[in-house]
């Protein structure tokens, strides 16, 4: 029997005031679409890692392509917290909970000031520290939370009276509306015509709970079976998106194939050969207005692809910074991440002592499992000259960190997209990563003697395997002229939200001609 997973996993376009004008304009073969984009994390709101991230720029993306986009989430105790304008609707929501109705009322604010986001309140459901858990785990009734949340987001449409073409929905904690949507809301004409796109953004996190909390999501019972949400005896979240999802997205190309392997399904990948015709892989995009050392306002210095000279500046004042004494020729590897088994964490452990014998210093900037964070900080006091560890994050210097340093250090077991290589690219700061998922599809392997590629890859998780090609990179840091060649290729690449937001549309319309 596989593991019970039930965690989430775990980074803005700007206004086009031409928006409206171009929706009204387009011809009607090409109609704008009205689309309610779901998502338990949405950033600035609310956040925990990347899905974060993508949920607060993917909708703003669409927005700047003419569609009618919408988002909502729970209004967690963060919400509060972010000091957004957020205003109540005067509007409520009932939802059946086993044998008792359960009320939220509806809150407003906006994303860049255009695109509505939508918040779904519940006192005893989501005012808590935690958006899926505390320091002590994961909240032991999250499946009743995302029960009421998934029923709610329907009643919610309705009334708001937003008809969607499309609901997007987003992992684990949204895997029960495109179930509903085929069971519960059949029959409901204001749904006719809705479909539903599920993006699995971590098949590591599932939503798998006991069985006991099914009869509360008032769903038929001929669903919970082994063709039906029920997955080793437990009530998925996780099936029921891929189930009875109109199309699956997952957000590389890569990752959209490794799924389908037992060492990357987490048990799932049979299910998801079954349904892979309707699966697709679109890579994730990268706010370029957050993320760009022309404009970035965090760092020391300002610097892009026609001058070097700031990143210099910001390597000076990141070591002053952590008190590191370090030249400008000895280079700096970072680590900006989730301190989890999934990061590769295990890996670097292993091969630490043979990391601190390079000529090269580390800094970590990240928290996670408490095992990771002891170990950081005992190795901050060994190496006192080569490691500085930063406990949690900090946005600020994250950028700082990602600025300040010549490489980026990502051993992954398995990354679904990643983000981090991205905006290390356009700081001009080389990935050292593990060929998978998204990060083999953002980074080109650097070819000796061709100065092409934007960094290094490597296969497996031997230890002779990844430091030996460190060692490559740290080598190639000695040649001045190669190594720019090699930062200014990175920082030529294009990820921007605006391509994947297209393919994004292109599958729902895909979507809604499917029947």
């Known amino acids: 029997m596989p593991p019970k997973q039930s965690g989430s996993s775990n980074s803005y376009i700007p206004d086009n005031t031409g928006i409206e004008s171009i929706a009204i304009t387009l011809p009607n073969m090409a109609r704008p679409l009205k689309i309610m984009f779901v998502s338990p994390e949405v950033y600035p709101f609310a956040k925990t890692g990347g899905l ?71 006192d005893n459901y989501f005012d808590r520290e935690g958006l899926y858990g505390n320091t002590d785990g994961d909240y032991p009734d999250n499946a009743e939370r995302f029960i009421f949340f998934d029923r709610a987001v329907l009643e919610a449409c309705k009334a708001l009276d937003f008809q969607p073409d499309i609901i997007h929905c987003n992992d684990w904690p949204t895997g029960l509306i495109p179930c509903y949507l085929k069971t519960t809301f059949a029959g409901d004409p204001f749904f006719k015509t809705t479909r539903s796109v599920f993006s699995i953004h971590n098949m590591g996190y599932q939503g798998n709970f006991d069985e006991r909390y099914f009869p ?32 699956l997205t997952t957000v590389s190309k890569t990752y959209s194939k490794e799924i389908l392997t037992p060492e990357n399904g987490f048990h799932m990948d049979g299910v998801l050969r079954q349904y892979q015709k309707k699966l697709s892989g679109i890579l994730n995009g990268a706010d370029y207005v957050k993320w760009d050392p022309q404009t970035d306002s965090r760092i020391k210095t300002r610097y892009g692809p026609k001058s070097l000279k700031g990143k210099k ?43 601190m014998v390079q000529d090269a210093a580390l800094v970590i900037l990240g928290s996670g499992e408490e095992r990771y964070e002891t170990f950081f900080m005992e190795q901050s006091e ?134």
Not at 228 to 238: A, L, N, P, R
Not at 320 to 326: F, G, P, V
Request: glycine share 8%.
């Open 382 to 515: 060994i190496y006192p000259k080569r490691f500085r560890y930063i406990n949690g994050f900090d946005e600020k210097l994250a950028h700082q960190i990602i600025a300040g340093s010549d490489l980026l250090l990502m051993p992954s077991l398995y990354e679904p997209c990643g983000l981090t290589q991205m905006y290390a690219l356009r700081y001009g700061t080389v990935p050292v990563v593990r060929r998978v998922g998204g990060l083999a599809d953002t980074i080109k392997a650097f070819q000796s003697g061709k100065n092409q590629g934007t960094g290094f890859l490597f296969k497996t998780s031997e230890a002779d395997d990844w430091i030996s090609l460190l060692q490559k990179a740290l080598d190639l840091f000695s040649k001045k002229k190669v190594w720019k060649s090699l930062m200014l290729n990175g920082m030529k690449q294009d990820f921007s939200w605006e391509k994947s937001a297209k393919e994004y549309v292109r599958l729902y319309r895909r979507t809604l001609k499917k029947d």
């Open 52 to 122: 974060g991230d993508v949920s607060g720029a993917l909708p703003l993306a669409l927005k700047q392509q003419g569609h009618d986009v919408r988002v909502i989430l729970p209004k967690y105790r963060s919400v509060d917290e972010s000091k957004r304008s957020v205003q109540p609707m005067g509007l409520t929501v009932a939802v059946p909970i086993g044998p008792e109705v359960k009320h939220g009322e509806l809150y407003e604010a906006r994303l860049n000031r255009t695109v509505p986001v939508y918040f779904v309140d519940q």
């Open 216 to 247: 509360l999501a008032h769903l038929p019972w001929k669903v919970f079976t082994i063709e039906g949400i029920e997955f080793y005896g437990f009530f998925s979240f996780m099936k029921a998106g891929l189930v009875y999802g109109d199309r």
């Open 313 to 355: 500046e910001c390597k000076k004042s990141l070591l002053r910074k952590l008190s590191i004494k370090l030249t400008e020729e000895t280079p700096l590897i970072c680590m900006v991440t989730r301190l989890s088994q999934q990061k590769g964490i295990d890996l670097l452990i292993q091969n630490f002592v043979e990391l």
